[in-house]
């Protein structure tokens, strides 16, 4: 069976993450969510509030699971038994620090692969970090997130 890790800080989940878990839980047997819990600064959503966003986006999937890590993240995938990071790339930008992340985990871990998968076009420029700067703002956030992370941001925000 093949298990894929598909870690990051989802603060919040957006579109273009669903979009990857999507491909993801096609492309492998199984496929874990894994929310990583301390962040270096700090998150506008708490743990919980990050995991009940993707329990409820990812609810329809049999095959997909959404967890938390902390610490190493190979050690984590080595726990979970997998053998596969799932990552999204969705511009050149990402390559780098993607690129430097995969060979520091198979320093390692040589037995982990790192795969990358490209979300679909209109996703290709969003990120997080700027859903959460435009809900601050109080602009539109049409098709970029699902609308019950839209309800929670724009309660943070009122
Ligand atoms: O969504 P993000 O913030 O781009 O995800 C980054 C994440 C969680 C994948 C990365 O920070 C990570 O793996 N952190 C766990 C600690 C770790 O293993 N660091 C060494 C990576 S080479």
Do not use: C, W
């Amino acid at each position: 069976m093949k298990l894929a890790i598909y870690p990051g800080s989802f603060d919040p989940v957006t579109n273009g993450h669903l979009d990857l878990v999507e491909r993801g839980a096609k492309l492998f047997d199984r496929l874990v969510v894994a929310v990583l819990r301390n962040l270096d600064k700090e998150p506008l959503f708490s743990l919980d509030e990050r995991v009940e966003m993707l329990r409820e986006a990812t609810s329809g999937k049999t095959n997909v699971e959404v967890d938390v890590f902390d610490g190493l993240l190979v050690e984590y995938v080595r726990r979970r038994k997998a053998n596969v990071i799932l990552r999204g790339i969705r511009a050149i930008s990402d390559y780098e620090y993607e690129l430097q992340m995969a060979m520091m985990n198979r320093k390692l871990e040589p037995t982990i692969e790192t795969v990358f998968m490209m979300p679909a076009e209109p996703y290709s420029y969003l990120s997080a970090h700027l859903v959460r700067e435009i809900a601050r703002l109080g602009g539109p956030l049409d098709g970029l997130i699902p609308s019950a992370v839209e309800q929670r941001l724009r309660a943070k925000f009122s």
